[in-house]
């Protein structure tokens, strides 16, 4: 079995989390991705800061039985632009806050053909 822990698709996962308020309420706790925060959060409690610039980790891990080894994998990509997440709702200031869906746009998938297996992830601001 094949497991990613991706801070990209994190991102976007926690977006997709529904939330019924529009704006974060006034305790939640803002975490900056790659600093070393626990993996363990409450979506409803914290805010994920993505920061424009700095290296961000994209963790791969591949393990089990099918495996002649475990893979144990960090990559970095960096962002254009900072981006705030909590719930559905995305902010690029911290403050004004939107829903996702109405400025983010991406997908990812996995390939598996006979020559290699590769992950694709394209996002974009609409």
């Known amino acids: 079995m094949i497991r990613k822990i991706l801070p990209l ?41 993505f920061p424009a610039g700095k290296p961000l980790p994209f963790h791969i891990t591949a393990s089990g039985s099918i495996f002649e080894k475990p893979v144990d994998h960090t990559e970095t990509f960096r962002l254009n632009r900072d981006i705030y997440a909590w719930g559905n709702m995305v902010s690029f ?12 746009e991406g997908s990812v998938t996995f390939f598996l053909n006979p020559k290699n297996a590769r992950f694709k992830a394209v996002y974009n601001l609409k």
């Open 9 to 49: 698709p994190l991102l976007f996962a926690s977006i997709g989390v529904a939330s019924c308020a529009t704006l974060p309420p006034a305790d939640v706790e803002r975490v900056e991705v790659g600093t070393g925060a626990s993996e363990q959060f409450d979506p409803a409690k914290t805010i994920l800061y």
């Open 93 to 104: 200031d911290g403050k004004k806050w939107q829903p996702a869906k109405d400025v983010l």
